[in-house]
């Protein structure tokens, strides 16, 4: 297992954008990683978008910043009036990804209709929606492996399934890329994220079932207790009560050596200087990650 303590250079280290996107926008943030000799981030899309794709493409080209994931497509579920806009928006998110350079492009899968895609039909089916996102990552998966861009589901808690995730655990992302992509072949895999996965009786086995090949990139935050907001609630890591070494430990004996990828979406951590945001993050990605 790697010794994080020990890496001055951060080698292994990436920022998400969004935990310091309430202190200002992608250039700024790319201005304040630099500073803390954080090279490796991964954007969301509408931090992207805020600032232009080109633009985007040119800071992380000239800050010379690698990728470890571009945040987000999917979202699948939706209506049929409005199902030729989704496919239209997550063939862009591969499209973009590609232009930044990613080297997978997270997947959340959305949860029921009204509450994932604005105007679509209410409906309280999360079977239906579930359907919806076999469907939907089926035909994303075409174009993705066409263009040669890796899509990483991510499983999000159960917390969150009405509104952003009905995919809820490893085994079951798992189960949808055994369907999908069989023989391993087709670059479906995983964005497995502690604070989502720790509290499953099961991670250990599905971690090992899952394997090198279908592991893209790790997430780290912690989960707070009390939790007090169900998006925006994280906590640093060391703050909360996530056995993040276990689980890092876990991926890394599958033979994984990607980037630990600090992704706080908190509006305690929002709310402070991004220098001290940033500073903390670093001392705990030594210390407790
Ligand atoms: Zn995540």
Known sequence: MRNLAADDELRFLSLNTATVRGQGD?????????????????????????????????????GRFALSGYCRGGLFPTD?????????????????????G????????????????SDAAPSHDIADARAQVADGLAAMLDYAESVGMPLALEPLHPMTA??????????????LCDQLDPQRSRGLGIALDVYHVWWDFEVMEQI??????????FHVCDWLVPTTNLLTGRGMMGDGVIEIRKLRGAV???????????EVLSDD????????VLETMIERYHTAC
């Open 80 to 100: 049929a009036d409005h199902r030729a806009e989704e496919r239209g928006d997550n063939r862009r998110a591969i499209d973009e990804a590609l232009a930044l």
């Open 252 to 262: 890394e004996a599958l033979g994984y050596e990607g980037a630990c990828e600090v």
């Open 162 to 175: 009405a509104e952003r995730s009905c995919l809820n655990t490893l085994r079951q992302a798992l189960d």
């Open 26 to 62: 992608l250039l700024t943030i790319l201005d304040a990683a630099a500073r803390h000799g954080i090279s490796i981030v991964s954007p969301w899309r509408d931090q992207v978008q805020d600032v232009g794709l080109d633009r985007a493409v040119r800071a992380l080209r000239d």
């Open 208 to 217: 090992a079932r899952m394997g090198r090949d279908r592991l893209l990139t």
């Open 269 to 276: 951590w929002w709310r402070r200087p991004i220098d001290e």
């Open 102 to 117: 990613a080297p997978c492009l997270v997947i959340v899968v959305g949860g029921l209709p009204q509450y994932t895609r």
